[in-house]
T-cell receptor, first 114, second 111 residues
Framework: DTEVTQTPKHLVMGMTNKKSLKCEQH?????MYWYKQKAKKPPELMFVYSYEKLSINESVPSRFSPECPNSSLLNLHLHALQPEDSALYLCASSQGQGSGTEAFFGQGTRLTVV | EDQVTQSPEALRLQEGESSSLNCSYT??????LFWYRQDPGKGPEFLFT???AGEEKEKERLKATLTKKESFLHITAPKPEDSATYLC????????????FGKGTKLSVKP
């Protein structure tokens, strides 16, 4: 099973709302990632968690707050977003550091900020 | 300067017309090169990992090859269902496993 599950699939939120994106994997992977993808662009890295610790934050604005409650779960908390934050948010997981292992992606959450 | 460059940006083929997609990279130390397929509005679907020059991987109508500076994705006798955006990504040695993506090649296969 190489499945990464993301919920919700679609989300519409106002600029004053607080919402969360969720990601789950049961492959025993120890690295999890958040990527942001705008239309007709490649995915861009936001955050990396390795062994449940935040190891990379690509200068993402504080209105995006990641959380890794355990090795299978990854959340992205959203607050006071801007319309330009509308995008496809992708979660991925991989075995972790030490080897060039492939990352498996979820189907994404399509976020629209109004 | 982009570290991963894919060409062409878009490719239109007739069903059965074989072709190749190119991915060139300039990272200093390559841990792995990855090919993904992405359908509109969906997450990238893993296709291949290549680790060293000379390596080749095959899956159905797709074959990926790797040299020291580039990778090719060869598509033999494509079908309309092969239409998608193909993304190339590299992982640098010493990284946290994160991927650096090229901009992709949008492939359209007409019946």
């Amino acid at each position: 099973d190489t499945e990464v599950t993301q919920t919700p699939k679609h989300l519409v939120m106002g600029m004053t709302n607080k919402k969360s994106l969720k990601c789950e994997q049961h492959m025993g992977h120890r690295a999890m990632y958040w990527y942001k993808q705008k239309a007709k662009k490649p995915p861009e890295l936001m955050f990396v968690y390795s062994y449940e610790k935040l190891s990379i934050n690509e200068s993402v604005p504080s209105r995006f707050s990641p959380e890794c409650p355990n090795s299978s779960l990854l959340n992205l908390h959203l607050h006071a977003l801007q319309p330009e934050d509308s995008a496809l948010y992708l979660c991925a997981s991989s075995q972790g550091q030490g080897s060039g292992t492939e990352a498996f992606f979820g189907q994404g959450t399509r976020l629209t900020v109004v | 300067e982009d570290q991963v460059t894919q060409s062409p940006e878009a490719l239109r083929l007739q069903e059965g017309e074989s072709s190749s997609l190119n991915c060139s990279y300039t990272v200093s130390g390559l841990r792995g090169l990855f090919w993904y397929r992405q359908d509109p509005g969906k997450g990238p679907e893993f296709l291949f990992t290549l680790y060293s020059a000379g390596e080749e991987k095959e899956k159905e109508r797709l074959k990926a090859t790797l040299t020291k500076k580039e990778s090719f994705l060869h598509i033999t006798a494509p079908k309309p269902e092969d239409s998608a955006t193909y993304l190339c990504a590299v992982q640098e040695r010493g990284s946290q496993g994160n991927l650096i993506f090229g901009k992709g090649t949008k492939l359209s296969v007409k019946p």
